[in-house]
């Protein structure tokens, strides 16, 4: 039995992706928006569902963030823990829109 492995080309660490949209253009879908914006944690619910997370997790310190985290780093996007916590601290509603119209980029 012959076993080939293939070693990754360049640094495997590096994400080569972009959010499918930017954080600041988050309200191109008016629904979208207003169900984020009006009940958030109802919105965030969905998210956690929708990635097969705890509907629980949101409700920890750092629930939100670790989501995001979890989104970005599936698809390989660009960034860093850090800038996952200052968007989810500092803009919640935008970041989940954000999340939410990366799943729906990718199908998911």
């Not at 660490?13 to 979208?32: H, L, R």
Request: a neutral charge; one cysteine or more; hydrophobic letters at 35%.
């Amino acid at each position: 039995m012959v076993t080939v492995q293939t070693q990754p080309t360049g640094n495997v660490w590096d994400f080569e992706n972009e959010w499918s949209t930017a954080v600041c253009g988050c309200c191109y879908d008016v629904g979208v928006c207003c169900r984020a914006h009006w009940c958030f944690p109802c919105f965030m619910c969905q998210l956690h569902a929708r990635t097969n997370e705890c509907l629980c997790t949101g409700c920890l310190p750092g629930g939100n963030t670790g989501l995001r985290t979890k989104i970005r780093t599936g698809f390989r996007i660009r960034g860093g823990v850090g800038g996952d916590a200052f968007i989810m601290c500092f803009f919640p509603c935008c970041g989940a829109i954000q999340m939410y119209n990366e799943l729906e980029f990718q199908g998911l």
